[in-house]
């Protein structure tokens, strides 16, 4: 009964979104049938960091726009480590510019924590979202042989359309990350035989305002309580006070406490 409600929650979310038919995918559809590719960056001989990274710039919110998987955002730990780990945070809508700015901004800059992490958020110029998906991959290469950081602690998240991607690029490729946040996001809706074979060991936190429209609150609901009787780790947060947008006032320490818990 709970995989059928949940396919059908996710359904009213496509119909929200723009729809899953033919001519308009939504981005989890496209996603989920993505197939991890193979590094699309060229390494040193020998190791080393290849020519192309701009060096990392600290104390401030750096926009990567000239090395092959650019362009995105990537704000650097305080203090560098092998250890640090990675988030990538996919932004809502399209995946503008100014979405990425804004999840940055609401969901990120404050948390308690956030100097111990490298934050990358994607944003999309020449093609949305929905078109792009996959250069999230590339991404995740580039960023690893530019600034380096723990290949196991790397997290995949986003928030409303960046959110269905993110739960969807974990579908194609859950051995590259170490967890799996939603604020909100969702299962594309051919994801329940998957769940219990690839989740298995991967937490997921699922989040949404409480004021949030009345489709992604149940379903986001509904998702969380379809992982746990899978016997996945999952967590349900409800965020006081905020609707599917999260305002400045929102405490972002919630994630940070999440994926600090991890490592």
Same mark, same amino acid.
């Given at each position: ?27 989890? &559809? ?6 991890? %590719? ?29 090395? %092959? ?36 901004? &609401? ?9 111990? *992490? ?5 944003? *999309? ?48 490729? %859950? ?12 299962? %594309? &809706? &051919? ?64 994630? *940070?406490? *999440? ?5």
């Amino acid at each position: 009964m709970i995989l059928g409600l949940v396919t059908g929650a996710i359904g009213v979310i496509a119909i929200a979104c723009g729809g899953f038919g033919d001519g308009l995918a939504s981005p989890a &559809n496209r996603a989920a049938m993505l197939t991890t %590719p193979e590094a699309t960056i060229t390494l040193p001989v020998g190791g080393g960091v290849p020519t192309f990274c701009p060096p990392a710039e600290h104390s401030t919110l750096q926009d990567i726009v000239t090395t %092959p998987a650019s362009p995105y955002f990537v704000q650097h730990p305080e203090v560098e480590a092998t250890s640090t780990p990675t988030v990538i945070f996919l932004p809502g809508g399209v995946g503008s510019k100014a979405s990425a700015v804004r999840v940055w901004a &609401n969901l990120l800059s404050e948390g308690d924590g956030a100097e111990k *992490f490298r934050l990358v958020i994607p944003y *999309f110029e020449d093609a949305d979202l929905v078109d792009d998906t996959s250069r999230v991959f590339r991404i995740y290469d580039e960023v690893l042989a530019c600034y380096g950081g723990d290949a196991s602690q790397i997290h995949i998240a986003g928030t409303s359309n960046g959110g269905l991607a993110a739960f969807a690029i974990m579908m194609a490729a %859950p051995d590259r990350f170490a967890s799996l946040l939603g604020a909100p996001g969702a299962f %594309p &809706n &051919n994801a329940p035989a998957f769940v219990s074979e690839s989740l298995r060991d991967k937490p997921v936190f699922n989040g949404v305002g409480e004021n949030d429209v009345a489709f992604w609150k149940p379903t986001v609901k509904l998702t969380h309580a379809m992982l746990e009787a899978a016997g996945i780790g999952s967590v349900y947060v409800e965020f006081a006070d905020q609707g599917h947008r999260a305002n400045l006032a929102f405490d972002e320490t919630v994630f *940070f406490d *999440f994926w600090r818990g991890l490592n």
